[in-house]
């Protein structure tokens, strides 16, 4: 069974209009939603509606505010706020056209696959989708979801097009006020070239199957043993280092001769540094055994 779309509409390019249907690109499965418990009794804790002092207040009595200074805000009837809403017109109208790599990585927030309703539509997506592959360049306009318009920017993906979802410009931060402490000046050479080495040294396709989350691995094998299974693994932050002057081309060197996985000197000292941590916590457990 196909996944259902989250949004259909058309796409109009002047006096072209095909019709097609957004599907999201990304899932967040692997997200553990955790609820707050009553630890004695076990049942869920529940929250409700009320003014201090006063008790609880009836849903129908609730609208919302906007807080203009400590404690005073201003008022919205929920009929005020329904009439901001945007309609969905359901057409992107494609406006203009930019480079690839004139979008700056900052401003794209959601991808969605973009697919043709039917076979007559298909002919005008391909042209679309080749058109903009073979001139390099993205599709913008905007669309409405979920009562929010967001500008759309529509790209050439494999057979298909996916469109992204871009931040406007206030949504985003200057750089330049965090990077105020980088002092200008002439990078050393020959550390320079030893970075270099380095990174090539370390460069790969990128597959996204070789990294993992540690924490959600750690949290799924944790929930099983809770339901009966007893080999859970658990989550054991490695310490954070300290502060040290060092210096940096010897650094460099050492990652060098480290080869691909990293392993320098500094880096098995701390090794070591960090087993005795690990017996000092397994203490606990000896005497928790001889009191059962």
Known sequence: ?????????????????????????????????????????????RY??????????????????YE????????????????????????????????MHDIDLVYYEKPYFVAPTNK??????SVVRDALRATKKFALGQIVLAGKERIAALKPCGRGMMLETLR????????DSFFDTIKDGDVNDDQLDLAKQIIKQKSAKF?????????????????K??????????VIESPRPTAQVINLMDALKRSLRGGGAGRGADTADKAEA????????????????KAA
């Open 48 to 65: 409700q509606t009320i003014v201090p002092g006063k008790g609880a207040v009836p849903r129908e009595q609730i609208i919302k505010g």
């Open 207 to 223: 597959d996204p199957d070789k990294f993992s989350d540690h924490y959600d691995d750690a949290m799924r094998d944790l929930i």
């Open 120 to 125: 007559l539509s298909a002919e005008a997506y």
């Open 168 to 175: 406007y410009g206030e949504e985003v931060r200057e750089a």
């Open 68 to 99: 203009y200074e400590k404690d005073h805000y201003v008022l919205f009837e929920p009929e005020e706020l329904d009439k901001l809403k945007l309609e969905s017109k359901h057409t992107i109208d494609l406006v203009q056209f930019v480079d």
């Open 1 to 45: 069974m196909a996944p259902r779309p989250y949004w259909k509409g058309h796409i109009r390019l002047s006096l072209v209009s095909f019709e097609v249907q957004l599907h999201s690109a990304t899932t967040s499965s692997r997200e553990f939603p955790l609820h707050q418990i009553d630890k004695k009794s076990g049942e869920r804790i």
């Open 225 to 234: 043993a809770k339901l009966g299974d007893k080999h859970a693994k658990k």
């Open 274 to 289: 960090a087993k005795p941590q690990r017996k000092a916590k397994r203490k606990p457990r000896k005497r928790a055994a």
